[in-house]
């Protein structure tokens, strides 16, 4: 059974960075990074095929800010986060696909794993 792992939140200040680690047990066909502010919908903040390729939102909300990548010795999924501000703030969540659906990335129905999540809070 392929489990998900997560660390790397804390409190940071504005402007501060932070790097989120997702360890994975098994094969998965794609990876994602989702964050939920409380009285939001859950969103999707970076993805990654088990092919390397990455996807990022269409908006500007992490655009150049946010980088996903992975470290397939470690199995490990990474979201370094800089240029951090307080609309980042939100429990932060590593997902799993281990198999492929006609989903698109930024979809939470296209992953069947998720990790316990971890809090983010960026605040002076």
């Known amino acids: 059974e392929v489990q998900l792992v997560e660390s790397g939140g804390g409190l940071v200040q504005p402007g501060g960075s932070l790097r989120l680690s997702c360890t994975t047990s098994?094969?998965?066909?794609?990876r994602a990074w989702f964050r939920q502010a409380p009285g939001k919908e859950r969103e999707a903040v970076a993805g990654?095929?088990?092919?390397?390729?990455?996807?990022?939102p269409d908006t500007d909300s992490v655009k150049g800010r946010f980088t996903i990548s992975q470290d397939n010795a470690k199995n490990t999924l990474y979201l370094q986060m800089t240029g951090l501000k307080p609309e980042d703030t939100a429990m932060y969540y590593c997902?799993?696909?281990?198999?492929?659906?006609?989903?698109?990335?930024?979809?939470?129905?296209?992953?069947?794993?998720w990790g316990q999540g971890t809090q983010v809070t960026v605040s002076s």
């Open positions: 997902a799993a696909a281990t198999y492929s659906r006609p989903l698109n990335w930024y979809s939470a129905s296209a992953y069947n794993l």
């Open positions: 098994g094969y998965t066909y794609r």
């Open positions: 990654l095929y088990a092919s390397g390729g990455t996807y990022y």
